[in-house]
């Protein structure tokens, strides 16, 4: 399974944008689906993830009520929206994959990653 992360750009802060991640070959067996962030020279960090076998969600405390992370079954693509965006979630933003049960929010808990698309939010 390859990820393709896209949908980046620039936005004025207050602004949204819709982040997808398309995943050739299929979202078979996966457990868990994620997106990390990472900020220039910063670690990467948990952003949202999705429990495929039941639709829980999980979000960072950073982005709770601004991103809402859901799924689109039919397109084995994953969505990221942001909205009020902030300039401090200006990052690269990566989804993930989990085919096991796993945890959350660390970024050893997935095994699938893909290559990543850049949000930049201007004050």
């Known amino acids: 399974v390859q990820l393709q992360a896209s949908g980046g750009g620039l936005v004025q802060a207050g602004g949204s944008l819709r982040l997808s991640c398309a995943a050739s070959g299929g979202l078979l067996n996966t457990y868990r689906m994620g997106w990390f962030r990472q900020a220039p020279g910063k670690e990467r960090e948990f952003v949202a993830a999705?429990?495929?076998?039941?639709?829980?969600?999980n979000y960072a405390d950073s982005v709770k009520g601004r991103f809402t992370i859901s799924r689109d079954n039919a397109k084995d693509t994953v969505f990221l929206q942001m909205n009020s965006l902030k300039p401090e979630d200006t990052a690269v933003y990566y989804c993930a994959r989990s085919s096991y049960r796993s945890g959350v929010r660390r970024p050893s808990d997935y095994g699938y990653w893909g290559q990543g698309t850049l949000v930049t939010v201007s004050s």
């Open positions: 999705f429990r495929w076998t039941d639709g829980t969600t």
